[in-house]
């Protein structure tokens, strides 16, 4: 599909990969690219118009990244704000009191269980057997 695609448009696919923060500003605004390809062929790529637009030399994917992680803790250190510490404390000893119940109903049931079944015993299998 790509392969039938206008030479000049194939360039403009390239210059849009050396220009992240175009296709950013393109998505952002919900603006189709045409009109940024049109300029792209009024203006030509080297003009300083598409400046504001270029990535930053090998190291944006990794800002990026870095960015990202900031903003996460950023967030976690703003929702740690918001914690009551009474409130979170009264719901980890409902939490704990919920376990400690289920583990004692399960412990009755297995103990139940238990008593129920008589143990397997080995010698009346071969009791006919003997002498």
């Given at each position: ?24 500003e393109?998505?952002?605004h919900?603006?189709g ?76 049931f ?22």
């Amino acid at each position: 599909m790509s392969d039938n695609l206008h030479p000049s448009v194939k360039e403009f696919k390239a210059f849009l990969q050396r220009h992240p923060e175009l296709v950013k500003e393109a998505r952002k605004h919900g603006k189709g690219f045409q009109t940024y390809y049109e300029k792209w062929a009024l203006l030509g790529e080297d003009d300083p118009f598409w400046d504001q637009y270029k990535g930053k030399d090998n190291g944006t994917t990794s800002d990026n990244k870095n960015d990202g992680k900031k903003e996460i803790i950023e967030r976690l250190v703003r929702m740690s704000e918001n914690i009551d510490m009474e409130k979170l404390q009264k719901q980890m000893d409902n939490v704990n009191q919920t376990i400690s119940t289920v583990q004692g109903l399960l412990g009755q049931f297995q103990s139940s269980q238990h008593q129920s079944k008589p143990p397997f015993r080995n010698h009346h299998l071969f009791d006919s057997f003997k002498d």
